[in-house]
Each structure stands twice: as structure tokens, then as C-alpha cells.
Nanobody, 124 residues
Framework: EVQLVESGGGFIQTGGSLRLSCATS????????IGWFRQVPGNEREGVSW????????SYGDSVKGRFTISSDNAKNTVYLQMNSLKPEDTGIYYC?????????????????WGHGVQVTVSS
């Protein structure tokens, strides 16, 4: 059974940092792309960052480049999102998602498995 469980969300002031974790199970990191997405009610889901399990290559949405870092610990089947220099516009529910059996980043609707999400709130 595939599972993704996010943790690490919370309330933080502008300029602060948070680290999100996504503990996964049920698939091999050799053939999966893990993505972090965020959503604010009423807005479209936004891709934040992705990591390819096979080679660790990473990519980022334009709004978070230079501030967020995605990484993985394949031995623990866990993916992290280090978020620095947080801004109020980073507020939202953050989800991790898995797209198994691929090695390239695809649109969010191609991701088959999703966690329940964690709330991140950045105060101004």
C-alpha cells in the first residue's frame, strides 16, 4: 500500500524557516518522482518542487527558487522541503505526492498518490 505522510507544517513569521517531511512507503525510490505542491482555497494547485528518486535531480517553481530546497533520504524513504526566507504568499496547504514508475517531472494531475497535506502559515 502506498502511503505519504507529511509533517513539519506550522505558523511562522515572515523571513523564518520551516522544514517539511514526507515519509513514504509502498514504492521504490528508484522509479518515482516526488513532488511538493501547495494550495490556497480558491486558487489553483501550485507545483513547488520535485525530486527524481533515481538520480536526485531537482526542480523548483519560479516563486520558490533560491529559497526552498528539496532533498531525499532514500534509506528512510523520506523527502524533505527546507523552506527559508518565508513570505506570506507561501501560506497554504502543502502536499507531497508520488508519481511512480517515471523518471521525469509530469503535471500534478499525473501524480497518483497524495498525502493529506500540512498547513503552513506565514504571518506578515
Amino acid at each position: 500500500e502506498v502511503q505519504l505522510v507529511e509533517s513539519g507544517g506550522g505558523f511562522i513569521q515572515t523571513g523564518g524557516s520551516l522544514r517539511l517531511s514526507c515519509a513514504t512507503s509502498g514504492f521504490s525510490f528508484d522509479e518515482v518522482v516526488i513532488g511538493w505542491f501547495r494550495q490556497v482555497p480558491g486558487n489553483e494547485r501550485e507545483g513547488v518542487s520535485w525530486i527524481v528518486g533515481r538520480d536526485g535531480s531537482t526542480s523548483y517553481g519560479d516563486s520558490v527558487k533560491g529559497r526552498f530546497t528539496i532533498s531525499s533520504d532514500n534509506a528512510k524513504n523520506t523527502v524533505y522541503l527546507q523552506m527559508n526566507s518565508l513570505k506570506p504568499e507561501d501560506t497554504g496547504i502543502y502536499y507531497c505526492a508520488a508519481d511512480p514508475f517515471v523518471t521525469t517531472v509530469r503535471p500534478w494531475w499525473e501524480f497518483d498518490y497524495w498525502g493529506h497535506g500540512v498547513q503552513v502559515t506565514v504571518s506578515s
